[in-house]
């Protein structure tokens, strides 16, 4: 059984993420993306290899401060995150289902 889709289906939402590094962009603005993501992920529940995938795939530094990010570039990040996270979820559960 794949335990991580429950967690998906509980929590997994694009809007989820968007929300919590919102909240790491605010509270800790010099946190670089890849502690931002590391923590979202922590919170969330999502795979950290979909986050630091979102990250490299997008091309943002992970050395990157989190607070110089626009609104757009967050949005996206948590869209992409969302979407890998999505895609280790589906290949998880399509893989215990074919045994």
């Known amino acids: 059984m794949n335990y991580s ?5 509980a929590s997994g939402s694009a ?5 919590v590094l919102t909240d790491q962009q605010h509270t800790r603005p010099h946190q670089t993306v890849a502690g931002a993501v590391a923590a979202s992920a922590v919170a969330v529940g999502f795979c950290p290899e979909a986050g630091q995938q979102a990250v490299e795939s997008l091309g943002v530094g992970p050395h990157t401060v989190v607070g110089r990010l626009r609104r ?3 949005i996206q990040l948590a869209k992409v995150i969302h979407r890998y996270w999505r895609q280790s979820v ?3 559960s399509s ?3 074919a045994r």
Not at 15 to 19: A, E, F, G, Y
Request: glycine share 10%; net charge negative; charged share 25%.
């Open 95 to 97: 893989a215990s289902q």
């Open 5 to 9: 889709y429950p967690q998906f289906v």
């Open 15 to 19: 809007d989820r993420i968007i929300d």
């Open 90 to 92: 589906g290949e998880g």
């Open 72 to 74: 757009t570039e967050l």
